[in-house]
């Protein structure tokens, strides 16, 4: 999609809303959907978040002691602008680093652990934003991801369109006022990829011992895996 070339200016226009939406339009269920993803998380003391945003996972992690020290990226500036304040707020100890997920300027092996939530459909090549978190991943080090699936059963699917297609991009276009943001996050989520399929392109990264779990009726679904 055109989007995401873009995408840090797309999140850049939303970013004084995107939190307020993020938790209204999901009901607080995102709250939650974080909660399990930091709880499964193998305890880290330099983790790496993908796609920070406003920091909402990286604050989970810290406040349950499942990591010592965050560093962030994210493509965004105004994201992680909010995302500062909130971490300074509660005396967080988070990095924020701006730069492009298929590209990291780290090193290799810099990190114990490597989280992103709800980053990796925006990425323009999901196989390289992958192995460039294997890379930076340091042997023995865990992956954990949330991301948007699709739900499997039928009338939870035809519930899902619905508001995905209608009520979502209608109400993120009034408050953000912006005209295409929610109408990608629509296009984005129906394009991606979930479940085994995304767990082979984990496998083709290099990661291994690979487990996945639908969350909400498969609305979204968390990832885990092990660089060997």
């Not at 493509?75 to 680093?97: D, R």
């Not at 930076?136 to 991801?145: A, S």
């Not at 009338?155 to 979502?168: A, E």
Request: net charge neutral; hydrophobic share 40%; proline share 4%.
């Amino acid at each position: 999609m055109e989007e995401k070339q873009h995408i840090g200016q797309l999140f850049n226009r939303i970013a004084p809303t995107y939190d307020g939406l993020n938790h209204g339009l999901s009901l607080n269920i995102d709250r939650l959907w974080r909660r399990k993803t930091v709880q499964k998380m193998a305890p880290a003391k330099q983790v790496l978040d993908v796609a920070i945003g406003t920091a909402d996972l990286a604050i989970e992690m810290l406040v349950r002691g499942k990591a010592e020290q965050v560093t962030g990226l994210d493509l965004s500036t105004e994201m992680m602008a909010i995302g500062e304040e909130k971490c300074a707020a509660k005396h967080l100890p988070v990095e924020f680093v701006l730069g492009d997920a298929q590209k990291m300027p780290f090193e290799d092996a810099s990190f114990d652990g490597v989280t992103c939530a709800f980053g990796c459909r925006n990425f323009s090549n999901l196989d390289e934003g992958l192995r460039e978190m294997y890379r930076v991943l340091k042997p023995g080090g865990q992956v954990t991801i949330l991301e948007f699936s699709y739900p499997t059963r039928r009338y939870i699917r035809v519930l899902y369109d619905f508001y995905f297609t209608h009520v979502l991009p209608t109400i993120g276009r009034i408050v953000s006022r912006d005209k295409t943001a929610y109408t990608y996050l629509n296009r984005s989520v129906k394009s991606f990829c979930w479940g085994e399929t995304f767990v082979q392109h984990l496998r083709d990264a290099g990661f291994r011992d690979e487990h996945f779990e639908p969350v909400s009726l498969g609305i979204a679904t968390i990832y885990t895996a092990i660089k060997w």
